[in-house]
C-alpha cells in the first residue's frame, strides 16, 4: 500500500511540475496563482500567440488583452494582421484588413446599435449599413467621404436619395405622411425642379421654375388627363382642355 501511495504522490508532483510549466510558458508564475476553490482552471497571461508548426515560422494567432478590452487577431505569412474579433468599451468588433493594414469590411456597435461597412483600399468608408432610433439606413459613400447615396427605413416609411457631387440632393423617392409615393429632382443647387407623386385618387406631375414657383402640372381626373399652365408666380393661367 505505501508503495503505490509513493508511486502516486510522484505522479501528482509531475503533473504539478508540468503545471507549472504551462503556466510559465503562459506567462504566469507559477501554482499560486491559479485559485484552488474555483471549480475551472482559470489562467491569466497577458498574450497567448499560437503557431501552426515548428516547421512555420509565422504566427497565425494570437490572443491578448488590456484594461481597455481584448481580442483575437489573424495573421498571414507575412506577419501582417489580416482580421480581429476585439471588445471594447464600444462593444464587440470585427474587422477584416486587407495587406496594407487598411480596413476592409468592419461589424460592429456605433453608438448602441449595429454597423456594417464596407471600406476601399485606401481604408476609407464606401458603403455602410447600421441600425437607429428611426430605422435602418444604408449609404454609399463618395471617394471624398460625403454620401453619394442613401437609403431609410423608418416608421414614415422609406426613402432612397441620390447626392450630387456639390452635397446637394439630385433626386428622391420616398413616402409622404399619408403613405402615398413621391419622386423629386432636383437641380445642381438642390432646388426642386420636378415632383411626380400619388394621391388615392390621380396622379400628379409638377414642373416648377427657377424660383420654386409652379410652372406646370398634369394630373388625372374624372374625366381624364388635365395640364395646368402657371403665370411666373405660380397662379394657374390656363387649363387643357378647359
Not at 420616398?174 to 426642386?192: N, Q
Not at 388615392?200 to 421654375?209: K, N, P, Y
Request: glycine share 14%; charged share 20%; with cysteine.
Amino acid at each position: 500500500m505505501s508503495e503505490e501511495l509513493t508511486k502516486l504522490e510522484e505522479e501528482v508532483a509531475r503533473l504539478r511540475r508540468d503545471l507549472d510549466h504551462v503556466l510559465q510558458m503562459l506567462g504566469e508564475q507559477g501554482w499560486e496563482h491559479v485559485s484552488p476553490v474555483k471549480e475551472r482552471l482559470w489562467l491569466q497571461p497577458d498574450c497567448i500567440q499560437l503557431r501552426p508548426g515548428k516547421e512555420e515560422k509565422h504566427m497565425p494567432m494570437e490572443i491578448s488583452g488590456n484594461d481597455q478590452g481584448g481580442g483575437i487577431y489573424f495573421y498571414d505569412k507575412a506577419g501582417k494582421c489580416r482580421g480581429s474579433l476585439g471588445v471594447s468599451e464600444n462593444g464587440l468588433l470585427l474587422t477584416f484588413t486587407n495587406a496594407e493594414g487598411k480596413p476592409a469590411v468592419t461589424i460592429g456597435e456605433a453608438k448602441g446599435h449595429g454597423q456594417f461597412a464596407v471600406y476601399a483600399a485606401d481604408g476609407k468608408p464606401r458603403v455602410v449599413v447600421k441600425s437607429g432610433k428611426l430605422g435602418g439606413t444604408v449609404n454609399c459613400m463618395q471617394p471624398n467621404g460625403q454620401a453619394g447615396a442613401y437609403m431609410q427605413g423608418s416608421e414614415q416609411g422609406g426613402k432612397v436619395e441620390v447626392i450630387s457631387p456639390n452635397a446637394h440632393s439630385a433626386g428622391s423617392i420616398y413616402a409622404d405622411e399619408t403613405g402615398c409615393g413621391v419622386m423629386r429632382l432636383h437641380e445642381s443647387s438642390g432646388e426642386v425642379m420636378v415632383a411626380l407623386g400619388c394621391t388615392a385618387e390621380s396622379g400628379v406631375m409638377t414642373v416648377f421654375g427657377p424660383l420654386g414657383e409652379q410652372a406646370v402640372m398634369i394630373a388625372s381626373a374624372e374625366k381624364g388627363g388635365v395640364v395646368v399652365a402657371c403665370d411666373e408666380n405660380g397662379a394657374p393661367k390656363a387649363n387643357f382642355p378647359e
